[in-house]
C-alpha cells in the first residue's frame, strides 16, 4: 500500500494535465521539475553565466539510461534521433548484406538501410521475425513495440535465433523505454529518443553499442566525439573517446537539462511500477472495448492499444479533451504513469456515445 501511495503521490506533485491525455505513444507530458529545469537553463544562457552545468546534465542523462537499459555507461552515445542512430549502422553494413526488419516499422528504424541502396532489405510480419532470420541475414533491426499498434516483439526468440544464424540485432526502444523493462546488454545495437515514454524534451536519444563498438565507424563524429572534446575543436579529431561516447553528436543542452529531471523521475516511481499500472489501464481499456463491441489489435502486454476502424473519431475526441492518436484508420491510445482508471472510463464513455 505505501509503495502504491508513493507512486501517486509522485505522480500528483509532477503533472495536471488539463486533457484526457492518452497520446503518450506521440509526445509524454513533461514533469514539473523537467519544466522547471527547462526554465532555469533559459535563465542560465540568458545571463551570460558558463554553461557548465548543462554538459553536467548531459552526462547525468548517460548515467541514467544507462542503468534503465541495465549496460555501463561507457555503452552509451547521445544524440539527437534514432534516424542518425540507425543511419552510423547502416553506414557499417558492407555492400550487399541483408537486413531483416518487420514490416510497417517505424520509418526511423527502416529508412537508413532502403537509402543505402546497395543492402538487401527484408520486411516480415512482426510475428515471424525471429523464425525468418537465415543464414546470411547480417542484421536484424525492429521495434520492441510498434508505434502504430503497440504489439510487443518477442525479443527473447529473436535474440535466440539471431545468435544460431550469426547475424546481429539492432532494438528500437523508443515505443517502450520508460514503461517496458529493457535490457539492452542482450542485443548488439539499441536505441530510443526520449521524449514519449522517457517524458523529457523533443532533441535526445540514445544509442547503445557493444564495449568493442561492433565494428561501427562514427561517420557523424565533431568535436564531442573527441577523448578531450575541448582539446578537439579544430582541425581533424586526433584521438575519439575511448568510449561510446564517440558517437555522441552536439546536445542539444537545454533538453539534457530537463530530460535529467524526467530520468531521475523514472528511476524513482521505477520502471517495474510503472510497467504494472500503465498495462492494467490498457487492459481495462481492452475490455470495454469488448464490451462495446470491438477489438483491438492483438498486442497482449502492451500499453499501447489500436482499434480499427476508430481512427475518424480522433478529432471529436480532441474537441471533447480527450487526446488519441489516429494511425491509419486505427485509434490508437496509450496509458502511461499519469493516467487514472477516470481516463480509460471516460474514453470509453465517448466511444460508446
Not at 51 to 56: C, F, S, V
Not at 210 to 223: H, M, N, Q
Request: glycine share 8%.
Amino acid at each position: 500500500m505505501e509503495t502504491t501511495q508513493t507512486f501517486d503521490r509522485l505522480v500528483r506533485a509532477e503533472f495536471a494535465p488539463r486533457s484526457t491525455y492518452l497520446n503518450t505513444a506521440s509526445n509524454g507530458l513533461l514533469p514539473a521539475r523537467t519544466v522547471a529545469a527547462l526554465h532555469e537553463a533559459a535563465v542560465l544562457r540568458a545571463e551570460g553565466r558558463p554553461l557548465t552545468p548543462l554538459h553536467e546534465d548531459v552526462e547525468a542523462c548517460r548515467a541514467a539510461y544507462a542503468r534503465l537499459a541495465g549496460v555501463p555507461a561507457a555503452r552509451v552515445a547521445v544524440g539527437a534521433s534514432v534516424a542518425a542512430h540507425t543511419g552510423v549502422i547502416a553506414a557499417s553494413l558492407p555492400a550487399g548484406a541483408e537486413v531483416l526488419t518487420a514490416e510497417d516499422d517505424f520509418t526511423s528504424v527502416l529508412n537508413p538501410f532502403h537509402v543505402r541502396g546497395d543492402l538487401k532489405v527484408r520486411a516480415v510480419p512482426l510475428e515471424r521475425i525471429a523464425e525468418s532470420v537465415r543464414p546470411g541475414t547480417a542484421l536484424v533491426a525492429v521495434s520492441a513495440a510498434q508505434s502504430a499498434d503497440g504489439r510487443v516483439a518477442d525479443l527473447a526468440a529473436l535474440r535466440e535465433a539471431a545468435r544460431e544464424q550469426g547475424a546481429r540485432t539492432y532494438v528500437d526502444f523508443s515505443q517502450s523505454a520508460g514503461w517496458l523493462p529493457m535490457t539492452a546488454d542482450a542485443f548488439d545495437f539499441s536505441a530510443s529518443v526520449s521524449f514519449k515514454w522517457l517524458l523529457g524534451p523533443h532533441g535526445a536519444a540514445f544509442l547503445v553499442v557493444p564495449e568493442d563498438f561492433g565494428g561501427l565507424t562514427p561517420v557523424l563524429a565533431g568535436w564531442v566525439a573527441g577523448e578531450a572534446p575541448w582539446d578537439s575543436c579544430y582541425g581533424p579529431v586526433q584521438e575519439l573517446a575511448r568510449s561510446a561516447r564517440r558517437f555522441d553528436l552536439t546536445p542539444a543542452l537545454f533538453t539534457f537539462a530537463g530530460l535529467r529531471r524526467s530520468l531521475e523521475l523514472i528511476e524513482e516511481l521505477g520502471v517495474e511500477a510503472v510497467h504494472a499500472h500503465d498495462v492494467a489501464l490498457a487492459d481495462r481499456f481492452r475490455a470495454g472495448l469488448a464490451d462495446l463491441g470491438h477489438t483491438p489489435v492483438p498486442a497482449p502486454g502492451s500499453a499501447i492499444v489500436s482499434v480499427p476502424g476508430l481512427g475518424g473519431r480522433q478529432g471529436e475526441l480532441s474537441r471533447v479533451g480527450i487526446e488519441v492518436s489516429d494511425r491509419a484508420g486505427n485509434l490508437r491510445a496509450a496509458f502511461h504513469l499519469y493516467n487514472t482508471t477516470d481516463d480509460v472510463d471516460r474514453l470509453l464513455g465517448a466511444l460508446a456515445g
